[in-house]
C-alpha cells in the first residue's frame, strides 16, 4: 500500500488557492504542482493570476509558466508530464500538494482518462475561426449533429469543451462520447481533496477586486501585445477575449472591463458546480487557517 499522498485544493477563481496551498505546502515542507491550465503559458501572467514572484520564492512551484502559448499543450501532455514529476517528487515527499481551478486537468491526473484517437491537426484552428466568425452558436449545432448524447450533457457555454469535442468526432468519424469511460487511474499515490468555499457575494465581490487589480497591473496593454494570437487555443479565455473584443470595436474599454467581472463570475460558477462532483472533498469555509487545513486532513 503506497504512503504517498496528494493533497489537492480546489476552489473557483479567486477563492485563495495559491495562498492556501502555500500555507499548508510550507507547513508540511513540501512542494507544489499547479493545474490551472490558465497559468501553464509564460506570455499570459496578468490575465492569469500567476502567483507573484515572492509567493513563488517561499516554496518550489510546478507548471507555472512553463510553455509558450505557441506550443500545443492538451490534458493529456500534462497528466503525462504531472505524472513524471509526481513519481520524481515522491522520492524526497511523502506528501504534495496539487493546486488550481481546472478540475478537467486534475481529474484527468488524480483519476486518469480516456483514451481518445488522433486529431487531425487542421480541424482545431478551422473550429477557432468559425468560433471567432460566427459565435458559439454554430458549434453548439455542430455539435449536436455529430454527437447528441454529448451535447445534452456538455457545458454548452464553454467553446472550448465543444471545440474538443467536434475535433474529436470530425477527425475519428466517430461520437466524442464514444470514446468515454475507459479510463484507469495511477496506483502509485492516494488523493484528498480540499474545496475552498465562500458565499457567493463575497466570491463575486472578491472577483470584481481581482479584475479590478489585474487592470492596473496592466492586463489591458498585455492582451494588446497579444492581439496577433488572438486565434491560438491558449488564449480563448476570460480576461483575453474581451479585450480583444474592445480593440475591434466591438464595445467601448469600460465594457470590457464589466464583461471580463461578468465572465469570470459566469467561470466561478461553473467550476462551483464542477468542484461539487468532489462528493468526499473536504469543504473549508472562507480564509480558513492552515492549522484547520491540516485537522480536516488528519495529518
Same mark, same amino acid.
Given at each position: 500500500?503506497?504512503?504517498?499522498?496528494?493533497?489537492?485544493?480546489?476552489?473557483? !477563481?479567486? $477563492?485563495?488557492?495559491?495562498?492556501?496551498?502555500?500555507?499548508?505546502?510550507?507547513?508540511?515542507? +513540501? @512542494?507544489?504542482?499547479?493545474?490551472?491550465?490558465?497559468? %501553464?503559458?509564460? @506570455?499570459?501572467?496578468?490575465?492569469?493570476?500567476?502567483?507573484?514572484?515572492? &509567493?513563488?520564492?517561499?516554496?518550489?512551484?510546478?507548471?507555472? =509558466? =512553463?510553455? $509558450?502559448?505557441? @506550443?500545443?499543450?492538451?490534458?493529456?501532455?500534462?497528466?503525462?508530464?504531472?505524472?513524471?514529476?509526481?513519481? +520524481? *517528487?515522491?522520492?524526497?515527499?511523502?506528501?504534495?500538494?496539487?493546486?488550481?481551478?481546472?478540475?478537467?486537468?486534475?481529474?484527468?491526473?488524480?483519476?486518469?482518462?480516456?483514451?481518445?484517437?488522433?486529431?487531425?491537426?487542421?480541424?482545431?484552428? =478551422?473550429?477557432?475561426?468559425?468560433?471567432?466568425?460566427?459565435?458559439?452558436?454554430?458549434?453548439?449545432?455542430?455539435?449536436?449533429?455529430?454527437?447528441?448524447?454529448?451535447?445534452?450533457?456538455?457545458?454548452?457555454?464553454?467553446?472550448?469543451?465543444?471545440?474538443?469535442?467536434?475535433? #474529436?468526432?470530425?477527425?475519428?468519424?466517430?461520437?466524442?462520447?464514444?470514446?468515454?469511460?475507459?479510463?484507469?487511474?495511477?496506483? %502509485?499515490?492516494?488523493? /484528498?481533496?480540499?474545496?475552498? /468555499?465562500?458565499?457567493?457575494?463575497? *466570491?463575486?465581490?472578491?472577483?470584481? &477586486?481581482? #479584475?479590478?487589480?489585474?487592470?492596473?497591473?496592466?492586463?489591458?496593454?498585455?492582451?494588446?501585445?497579444?492581439?496577433?494570437?488572438?486565434?491560438?487555443?491558449?488564449?480563448? !479565455?476570460?480576461?483575453?477575449? @474581451?479585450?480583444?473584443?474592445? %480593440?475591434?470595436? $466591438?464595445?467601448?474599454? &469600460? !465594457?470590457?472591463?464589466?464583461?471580463?467581472?461578468?465572465?469570470?463570475?459566469?467561470?466561478?460558477?461553473?467550476?462551483?458546480?464542477?468542484?461539487?462532483?468532489?462528493?468526499?472533498?473536504?469543504?473549508?469555509?472562507?480564509?480558513?487557517?492552515?492549522?484547520?487545513?491540516?485537522?480536516?486532513?488528519?495529518?
Amino acid at each position: 500500500m503506497t504512503h504517498s499522498k496528494l493533497i489537492y485544493i480546489a476552489g473557483p !477563481t479567486a $477563492s485563495g488557492k495559491t495562498t492556501a496551498a502555500i500555507a499548508l505546502a510550507q507547513a508540511l515542507n +513540501t @512542494e507544489i504542482i499547479s493545474c490551472d491550465a490558465r497559468q %501553464f503559458y509564460r @506570455e499570459m501572467k496578468i490575465g492569469t493570476a500567476v502567483p507573484s514572484p515572492e &509567493e513563488l520564492q517561499l516554496i518550489p512551484h510546478h507548471f507555472i =509558466q =512553463q510553455r $509558450s502559448i505557441h @506550443e500545443p499543450y492538451t490534458v493529456g501532455d500534462y497528466r503525462e508530464e504531472a505524472l513524471a514529476m509526481l513519481r +520524481t *517528487l515522491f522520492k524526497n515527499h511523502d506528501t504534495l500538494i496539487l493546486v488550481g481551478g481546472s478540475g478537467m486537468f486534475a481529474d484527468a491526473l488524480i483519476d486518469g482518462m480516456d483514451v481518445f484517437p488522433t486529431v487531425d491537426p487542421m480541424v482545431r484552428p =478551422q473550429l477557432n475561426a468559425i468560433y471567432q466568425q460566427e459565435g458559439i452558436e454554430v458549434l453548439q449545432d455542430l455539435l449536436r449533429q455529430h454527437d447528441l448524447a454529448h451535447y445534452q450533457r456538455v457545458d454548452r457555454q464553454n467553446p472550448q469543451r465543444l471545440i474538443r469535442a467536434l475535433e #474529436v468526432s470530425l477527425s475519428a468519424g466517430q461520437p466524442y462520447s464514444s470514446f468515454l469511460g475507459k479510463k484507469a487511474a495511477p496506483d %502509485f499515490f492516494t488523493t /484528498e481533496k480540499i474545496v475552498l /468555499e465562500w458565499d457567493r457575494p463575497t *466570491l463575486y465581490a472578491r472577483i470584481n &477586486e481581482r #479584475v479590478d487589480q489585474m487592470i492596473a497591473q496592466g492586463l489591458e496593454e498585455e492582451a494588446r501585445g497579444l492581439m496577433e494570437h488572438r486565434a491560438l487555443n491558449a488564449l480563448q !479565455t476570460v480576461g483575453y477575449r @474581451e479585450w480583444f473584443a474592445h %480593440f475591434d470595436g $466591438s464595445f467601448d474599454r &469600460e !465594457t470590457a472591463i464589466e464583461e471580463i467581472k461578468k465572465n469570470s463570475r459566469r467561470y466561478a460558477k461553473r467550476q462551483i458546480t464542477w468542484f461539487r462532483r468532489y462528493k468526499k472533498a473536504h469543504r473549508i469555509e472562507c480564509g480558513a487557517s492552515v492549522k484547520t487545513l491540516i485537522s480536516a486532513l488528519k495529518l
